[in-house]
């Protein structure tokens, strides 16, 4: 068992990791789209279009993301890659219920579908789409390497996966700022926003003990992935893992 799947947001819950996920999720849904702009300034929407701008050669028909949580990187592949259809998976029902409030609200339920599934045991066919994408979702699976094989298995080949990730920067003074930031400032908001101090005080401990760069370019190649890259943005506080089935 890797470190990030020992860390988990309730110590001492008898409730296995992927519930306890659920739950956390379930609870903080109605605040936590706020709470992700409103926590890195803005600066995740960038990062979104940055992870998608890997996609926009390959034009996916069918494309699947994975812990689509309120369907926040669904509605923007949808703008700016135009597939056909957009399949959004996560265990959270809390989540995606406010998901498909959004998707019916700008008219996108004949391109978009929101369903419960969950990550390491996916519902679909070999090969069934284009290109895959989970953005800030890898680090809270139960079984990394369990949930990278399947989606390989439901990515055609030549089928692209394009994962983005909070990573932890290396550069003094970003370093030291950056957890300062996430271990005091993040839980504080957290308590006050979302009623919910675990849940951020879940996410600094989940984002260090995740594995990052080079370890997480091997785990994807280990997993049958080609052409495995990492590219970090913003002083290596995020990090875009693309990889070819």
Request: charged residues 25%.
């Amino acid at each position: 068992m890797s470190n990030v799947q020992k860390i988990v947001p309730f110590e001492g819950s008898k409730l296995s990791k992927k519930e306890q996920i659920a739950s956390m999720f379930d609870d903080i849904a109605h605040r936590y789209d706020f709470l992700n702009h409103f926590m890195s300034l803005g600066i995740d929407v960038i990062w979104r279009k940055k992870a998608l701008s890997y996609l926009k050669s390959l034009q996916p028909k069918k494309m699947l993301d994975i812990a689509t949580g309120t369907g926040d990187f669904a509605v923007m592949a949808e703008k700016r890659l135009q597939p056909d259809s957009i399949m959004g998976i996560d265990i959270s029902e809390g989540m995606l219920a406010i998901g498909r409030e959004k998707i019916k609200k700008r008219g996108l339920e004949h391109k978009i579908t929101l369903q419960q599934g969950d990550s390491e045991t996916i519902s679909f066919p070999d090969a069934a789409f284009d290109a895959i994408t989970v953005a800030f979702g890898v680090r809270n699976f139960e079984n990394l390497e369990k949930g990278l094989s399947e989606m390989r298995r439901v990515l055609r080949p030549g089928g692209k996966l394009v994962i983005l990730e909070f990573s932890n920067p290396t550069v003094f003074p970003i370093k030291q700022l950056y957890n300062s930031y996430f271990r005091y400032i993040v839980p504080l908001f957290g308590k006050w926003i979302a009623k919910s101090q675990a849940a951020y005080s879940y996410l600094p401990e989940s984002v260090k003990a995740f594995p990052q760069g080079e370890a997480m370019r091997t785990i994807l190649t280990n997993t049958g992935f080609q052409a495995v890259t990492c590219k970090t943005l913003t002083f290596g506080i995020c990090s875009i893992y693309c990889a070819t089935r």
